[in-house]
């Protein structure tokens, strides 16, 4: 048995993952629940921004996408749809 944290739209069964993939109704979803908060993520991350002042982000390569053969095809073809040019 263990524990995972969810966005509420996952939680509440959005984009099937929980409803159609593991086959939980909405009644098996809110029984599960161990904790909510009624305010999302970006508050708590504009609220940890804004006491900061400043932010420094920067990567830290700490997760990657597999198969990393998808990784090559998508940037060549993606990469001028999100910055215009080629890379």
Do not use: C, Q
């Not at 099937?16 to 086959?23: D, I, M, R, S, Y």
């Not at 909510?36 to 002042?53: C, H």
Request: hydrophobic residues 35%; aromatic residues 10%; proline residues 5%.
């Amino acid at each position: 048995m263990y524990k995972v944290a969810l966005n509420s739209y996952r939680g509440n069964g959005g984009g099937g993952h929980l409803t159609e993939g593991a086959g939980l109704d909405a009644g098996m979803l809110r029984k599960r629940l161990i904790a909510s908060t009624d305010r999302d993520l970006r508050y708590y991350i504009m609220k940890s921004i804004e006491a900061k002042k400043t932010i420094s982000p920067a990567p830290n390569d700490n997760w990657k996408i597999i198969p990393v053969e998808w990784v090559k095809a998508a940037e060549k073809r993606e990469y001028p749809l999100l910055f215009g040019t080629g890379k």
